[in-house]
Nanobody, 124 residues
Framework: QVQLAESGGGLVQAGGSLRLSCAAS????????MGWFRQAPGKEREFVAA????????LYADSVKGRFTITKDNAKNTEYLQMNSLKPEDTAVYYC?????????????????WGQGIHVTVSS
């Protein structure tokens, strides 16, 4: 069992940056591949980024490629999402997720554990 807790959200102006963190409980964090998803008001939850268990492989949605960076620190049981050049359309609740196994995944069904979510609002 893994419990996930996001932090670092908030309000930022367009063009600004935020770094989201996701702290995981347990001593087996290194066994999980991780991901970030987001859900904007009135929309379905969508994939943002994923990182493999080793941290050597990453995957991004086209909408954030080149602006967002996902990383993973197994020693600190934490994953991060660095978000730069933020746009109003990035406004959403952001969720971190963990999946058993080594590989990245882009679907909600590919993940076994979810955080509660954290709000990110980008003003124009």
């Amino acid at each position: 069992q893994v419990q996930l807790a996001e932090s670092g959200g908030g309000l930022v102006q367009a063009g600004g940056s935020l770094r989201l963190s996701c702290a995981a409980s347990g001593r087996t964090f290194g066994s999980y591949a991780m991901g970030w998803f987001r859900q904007a008001p009135g929309k379905e939850r969508e994939f943002v980024a994923a990182i493999s268990r080793s941290g050597r492989s990453t995957l991004y949605a086209d909408s954030v490629k080149g602006r967002f960076t996902i990383t993973k620190d197994n020693a600190k049981n934490t994953e991060y999402l660095q978000m730069n050049s933020l746009k109003p359309e990035d406004t959403a609740v952001y969720y971190c997720a963990a999946r058993r196994g080594p590989d990245t995944a882009q679907t909600n069904e590919g993940y076994d554990y979810w955080g509660q979510g954290i709000h990110v609002t980008v003003s124009s």
